[in-house]
């Protein structure tokens, strides 16, 4: 066969240096009817053109390979070394010669191909995977996007997957079936059993012991029986398709009323999740030391083989999903893994345990390297282990943990949270880095994956990876953009080349971040709880930040919009309609930010008008009144779509309520009262007319009636949550009296006998062109803002002044003793002397914030000046830790570790004498109160312990003086550089709100630490740019109001807003204050590129970093512990 005369080319990329867990069985070679169908399914009018055959290739180890040839009688020929394999070939001969896919949206494009002969092969195209497994799904994703899906869906869903490669996915429906009985089976009640069970759109984390109970009403077993039948049609359809199932295991999350039928059970319960109420949380968890653990093991996989066959090796089990163990210690965390290790070998003995790497770095406080290690070294057989490293692409794990201790893994990409519907990628990340991380020497790397919450959008960025798992080097990405495209397209007369370009302005912006700060899907503000801060810029999981410049996305769509106009057979292909509708409603999305910057700024003027925040409010709503209209031209991006799914689900007519409350709450409030509220929010047509906009009404509506002072968002957000609540339950009744479309999908339905789409896009267009708003939006998306120090303010300005011998207090902060631009024009137009003696009552502090608000009165439209007044945490017990260790032993050793015998540094604390310096700082500012300094009218700080602190002591007490209130708003761009240093990790949100209840936490703060890493520490490169972002930020949301801006900082953020400021380098001391006169001057066109440095590693010590310091624990404790 000529597959065996390409195999020996193909050995060297195939090879796999670990061992992974057999997947498949080689006794007898498979049957291809599972392939042979997909086709008769997708491309019933050549399915019969198609010859296939698998050869046996163990010698290859793991790997797969296959081959695609011209065949006899004008078949073409696929050969390959599993079902897998073939499919994967086949998928390659529709995508790169027929030049047509199937995609999840928009279904089979397959049919495009024209009748008779099918295209012949120019050359013969081979391909071996470079990895065993391809992995697809997260746990989360079977509620978040698959939650209500029909079998007509699922076979959709599967054929994709099959032809992508994917052999090892995730099958978690159905499973509450195979609990009820082995509960039933212990003496539970129904009722018993009911209370634990949670909603149809919750049960990924019912599972995952994070909540029990369903506040909508108890889980219908009818819906239950109809979700297990399904269950056995997927996992028989994979199995057909080539696909190992990774089918449930007991985790030992069990209902509360266990100890009735089991009164020596040992449980504990588990922790409260998310703030919901002690009722649907803290769920009680059996030890899987107890000997109940493992006989509920057996009886759970006896009667899950029993249903859907004897059809994997490969069971999932997550214990400690975002819910810490009860205790830390070492022995404990090995005793639960072994005993449920050992528990599953006992069910099922040739299993492998597939575990999700998310606990680790979710909360890597508490999963430290020991704690991982013990964890993962209860199970002492590596390959009886497999490790999704569910976030790889922006927190990946792998690293920090040497490959996860030698224990087989997948490098995974997670991408997208909750199913928010941004556009976003990071294409070269995730096409070198896992090349990278197989290439590594120590790895233990066996799989690529798709690990996504919600599947939602974005497809060509989870293609290219699942793509990667068959290229041993990186693939190049325009190209492979150029033929996705291609293929895309299919059943258009040609594609014209402005899709091209469209498309690859995508590539390299939207597509290609590199911030991992914002690392993962964007939510449009326009979803969030309106709010007049924490909207704009937020990082994290849900980011607001736009990482690349709106006008990209503005040209991209218009090079899209008008290709359809040299094409007109585009207006109807559903992959153009669908990615047209997509991309108009990113580009309202990111034109709704400016408008409403607007109406904030609008709003907190000094004399703000009325009538001008209504019509900047109209213009918000405009706009909201645009992407629901845009957005309900298409099924796809229709809350009616949703919740017909959710009813339909239900079977029966007494469930459907039931069920659309569940998808209702889980796209709005997640839980009885908000307790996630628009976590998994979508932009969908009617939830945008009957939901955001009202919302955005009511927020304007308090802005025309509320003043700054009195603003409350507690008491605005409590009164919305009340409509929210009502809102849901109008809703649904509105769904049953009148029909889900007519009464709730709300929007603009447009019925025309021409192309929907045309229609559409000339909405979209006039919009473009009419509105003053986005008119200003795209003026400013296609600009920049620069800054530079003007000088001669401040003695810390000039190149003659020694940072090292600066004294903030004895100079008043440095201010220079002069006369200003204004005063001389003052005087020259009164020629008298009457200013002049004005002039000289006022103290030097009070002519200055005479002249920098003269400078902004007399600025350009596109310059506002500031005074940053930058001050440096005082001394922490990091600080004085490397000071007696030296810098070569702190960074390389002493840095990395929590503390020493006699003192703590991880997110050190202020020392006593830090703490004197901050009341040195407190004093000094008192002092020039006295002299009329311009108080901050808006104050930022660090999140880390010593500048919560420091910004505490040095402002408190303060505000008595002056009319601005001293809450500060704590921001995570304006920290330390990030990763290796302990002290550079912070505590938990929780801990900030409860030691510092009146300082404000910015929108999207994530609970825990997301962006610290133990063995990456950030670039100069990196952390410029970081705090170029703070910069922009701070000057967007301040406009040219508060003038006068505090930020409570660090060394290495200061030092790099100086360098952004253009600003000479002056190293602050420990607990140092200096003002900055800061002229920002917003430039038209691009932004430069910057040049971003990857991360830097633990560098190697020079000598033993134990030999430092010199004197032994007893100076360390005389020094370190004040």
């Not at 020596?264 to 949380?281: C, K, M, Q, R």
């Not at 006992?346 to 770095?361: D, E, Y």
């Not at 930022?940 to 009319?963: H, M, Q």
Request: charged share 20%.
């Amino acid at each position: 066969m000529q597959i065996l005369t390409l195999i020996s080319g193909l050995l060297a990329i195939a090879s796999t240096a670990v061992a992974a867990p057999a997947a498949r069985c080689a006794d007898s070679e498979p049957s291809t009817t599972g392939i042979e169908s997909l086709l008769q399914r997708r491309l019933p009018q050549h399915a019969e053109k198609f010859e296939f055959s698998i050869v046996n290739a163990t010698f290859l180890g793991e790997n797969d390979v296959y081959v695609v040839s011209n065949g006899k009688n004008g078949k073409i020929k696929v050969e390959g070394s599993s079902l897998s394999a073939l499919a994967t070939g086949v998928h390659r001969y529709l995508a790169d010669v027929a030049h047509v896919d199937i995609y999840w949206f928009i279904g089979s494009r397959l049919d495009q191909i024209p009748a008779g002969q099918l295209p012949k092969l120019d050359k013969t195209l081979t391909g071996s995977s470079v990895v065993p497994y391809r992995y697809h799904f997260n746990t989360v994703t079977t509620s978040y996007t698959a939650a209500f899906w029909s079998w007509e869906d699922w076979e959709l869903q599967l054929d994709w997957m099959a032809l992508r490669g994917v052999n090892l996915p995730l099958a978690w429906i159905g499973v509450e079936k195979i609990f009820i009985e082995v509960f039933q089976e212990l003496g539970l009640t129904d009722a018993e059993i009911s209370d634990f069970l949670s909603g149809p759109a919750f049960l990924a984390w019912n599972h995952f012991g994070n909540i029990q109970g369903s506040w909508g009403g108890s889980l219908p077993y009818a819906w239950v029986d109809s979700q297990f039948e399904l269950q056995k049609k997927i996992v028989q359809r994979m199995v057909e398709l080539g696909m190992t199932p990774i089918l449930p295991a007991f985790p030992g999350f069990v209902p509360r009323a266990i100890t009735r039928v089991l009164p020596d059970a040992n449980v504990i319960n588990g922790s409260a999740w998310e703030a919901f109420p002690a009722l649907y949380t803290n769920d009680t968890f059996m030890e899987p030391t107890d000997p109940h653990f493992t006989e509920i093991q057996k009886s759970f996989i006896s009667k899950q083989t029993a249903a859907y066959g004897d059809v994997t090796t490969f069971y999932t089990l997550d214990q400690f999903n975002e819910n810490n163990p009860s205790s830390g210690d070492l022995s404990y965390l090995r005793n639960v893994s072994s005993g449920t290790w050992q528990a599953l070998k006992a069910a099922a003995p040739n299993a492998t345990w597939v575990m999700q790497g998310w606990l680790f770095s979710s909360n890597s406080a508490f999963w430290t390297n020991d704690r991982v290690e013990a964890y993962l070294g209860g199970v002492t057989v590596d390959s009886d282990l497999l490790i999704l490293d569910l976030a790889s692409e922006s927190l990946p794990q792998w690293q920090r943990t040497n490959s996860y201790f030698g224990k087989p893994w997948i490098w995974c990409q997670i991408h997208d949270y909750g199913g928010n519907m941004g556009f976003y990628g990071q294409v070269m990340n995730i096409t070198v880095n896992p090349i990278a991380a197989l290439n590594n020497a120590t790895s233990s790397l066996v799989g690529f994956g798709l690990s996504m919450e919600g599947q939602e959008g974005n497809e060509i960025v989870y293609d290219l990876l699942l793509d990667q798992a068959w290229s041993a080097t990186p693939i190049d990405t325009a190209t492979y953009f150029h033929d996705w495209v291609t293929a895309r397209y299919a059943g258009s007369k040609s594609t014209p080349t402005d899709i091209y370009n469209a498309w690859d302005i995508l590539r390299t912006t939207v597509y290609n971040n590199t911030n991992l700060a914002s690392n993962a899907v964007p939510k449009a503000i326009f979803e969030l709880i309106p709010s007049t801060s924490g909207l704009v810029n937020r990082t994290g999981h849900h980011p607001t930040t736009l990482n690349y410049n709106p006008a990209d996305m503005v040209k991209a769509w218009r090079l899209f919009y008008n290709s359809a106009f040299k094409e007109p057979s585009l207006w109807l292909n559903s992959a153009y309609e669908f990615d047209l509708v997509d991309m108009s409603r990113q580009v309202l999305a990111n034109a709704f930010i400016p408008v409403y910057q607007d109406l904030v700024a609008a709003w907190n003027t000094t004399n703000s008008s009325t009538t001008k925040i209504q019509t900047i409010g109209a213009e918000l709503i405009g706009i909201l009144e645009a992407v629901d209209t845009i957005l309900s031209t298409n099924e796809n991006f229709k809350l009616s779509t949703w919740i017909n799914s959710a009813r339909t689900s239900a079977g029966q007519r007494s469930l459907e309520d039931f069920l659309e409350y569940d998808a209702i709450n889980q796209i709005t409030l997640w839980g009885p009262a908000g307790q996630i509220s628009d976590y998994a929010s979508k932009s969908w047509a009617g939830l945008v007319s009957s939901y955001y906009i009202p919302r955005w009404e009511k927020f304007i509506e308090y802005l025309v009636d509320t003043k700054p002072a009195q603003y409350n968002q507690t008491a605005f957000k409590a009164e919305l949550l009340q409509w929210e609540l009502q809102w849901q339950n109008d809703t649904i009744a509105a769904a049953t009296k009148d029909g889900v479309d007519d009464k709730v999908a709300g929007g603009v339905e447009v019925v025309l006998e021409g192309p929907l789409l045309l229609f559409l896009t000339i909405i979209l267009a006039g919009f473009m062109a009419m509105s003053e708003s986005l008119a200003t939006a795209n003026r400013d998306a296609e600009s920049y803002l620069t800054y530079s120090t003007v000088k001669g303010y401040f003695l810390q300005d000039e190149e003659d002044t020694d940072s090292s011998r600066f004294d903030y207090v004895a100079t008043n902060f440095g201010l220079i003793n002069r006369t200003y631009d204004y005063e001389a024009a003052l005087s020259a137009r009164h020629e008298g002397h009457e200013d002049e003696a004005e002039i000289e009552q006022k103290t030097q502090w009070s002519r200055f914030e005479r002249q920098v608000r003269t400078l902004n009165e007399q600025a350009e439209s596109n310059v506002v000046y500031k005074v940053l007044y930058l001050g440096r945490h005082g001394e922490g017990f990091h600080n004085v830790a490397e000071s007696w260790y030296g810098t070569d032993a702190w960074d390389c050793y002493w840095s990395l570790q929590d503390g020493n015998e006699t003192s703590t540094w991880s997110d050190a604390r202020l020392t006593q004498v830090g703490k004197a310096q901050a009341q040195t700082a407190h004093d000094a500012w008192e002092k020039q109160i006295e002299s009329a300094i311009p108080f901050p009218e808006m104050f930022y700080v660090s999140p880390l312990n010593r500048c919560l602190e420091t910004a505490a002591i040095t402002f408190r007490g303060l505000e008595k003086d002056v009319v601005k209130p001293f809450r500060p708003t704590v921001k995570e761009l304006v920290r330390e550089t990030i990763g290796i240093h302990t002290c550079d990790r912070r505590s938990s949100k929780t801990a900030i709100q409860e030691e510092y209840p009146d300082y404000i936490i910015e929108g999207g703060f994530a609970e825990n630490d997301e962006l610290w890493h133990p063995s990456q520490r950030e670039s100069d490169s990196a952390l410029n740019a970081r705090l170029k972002t703070f910069l922009d930020d701070i000057f967007n949301a301040n406009s040219k109001k508060n003038t006068f801006i505090s930020v409570t900082a660090h060394s290495g953020a200061i030092t790099s807003i100086l360098d952004v400021v253009g600003h000479r380098r002056f190293k602050l001391q420990t607990g140092g204050v200096i003002p900055v006169l800061v002229k920002a001057e917003r430039v038209q066109g691009k932004e430069p590129e910057r040049v971003i440095e990857p991360p830097t590693g633990v560098p190697e010590c020079k000598s033993d970093p134990l030999a430092a310091g010199g004197k032994g624990p007893l100076e360390v404790r005389e020094v370190v512990q004040l």
